[in-house]
């Protein structure tokens, strides 16, 4: 198992647990992610995922995508996007 870069936090919206993620490279719904930061370290599947008040199944590098979590993410934080050794 190794991760892989694909964005970071640019904004959470606490009221509705939601995280804004600038992305560097592409992300799917049911991937998993692991959102780490200073004080944040969780892993986590991605459930749903919009990208201007669209649901999207694909988030697209340089894309802003909205997506729901489990913890408190904060701005800055890394998403990596786990992948399992048989996917590679």
């Given at each position: 198992?190794?991760?892989?870069?694909?964005?970071?936090?640019?904004?959470?919206?606490?009221?509705?647990?939601?995280?804004?993620?600038?992305?560097?490279?592409?992300?799917?719904?049911?991937?998993?992610?692991?959102?780490?930061?200073?004080?944040?370290?969780?892993?986590?599947?991605?459930?749903?995922?919009?990208?201007?008040h669209?649901k999207?199944?694909?988030?697209?590098?340089?894309?802003?995508?909205?997506?729901?979590?489990a913890?408190?993410?904060?701005?800055?934080?890394?998403?990596?996007?786990?992948?399992?050794?048989?996917?590679?």
């Amino acid at each position: 198992m190794f991760e892989q870069k694909v964005g970071r936090v640019t904004h959470y919206f606490a009221h509705i647990q939601v995280a804004a993620i600038k992305l560097e490279d592409e992300l799917k719904v049911g991937d998993r992610v692991h959102i780490k930061g200073h004080t944040s370290d969780f892993t986590q599947p991605i459930n749903s995922m919009e990208y201007d008040h669209n649901k999207i199944e694909v988030g697209k590098k340089g894309q802003e995508v909205a997506v729901g979590v489990a913890e408190h993410a904060r701005q800055h934080d890394e998403v990596f996007k786990v992948v399992e050794a048989e996917q590679v």
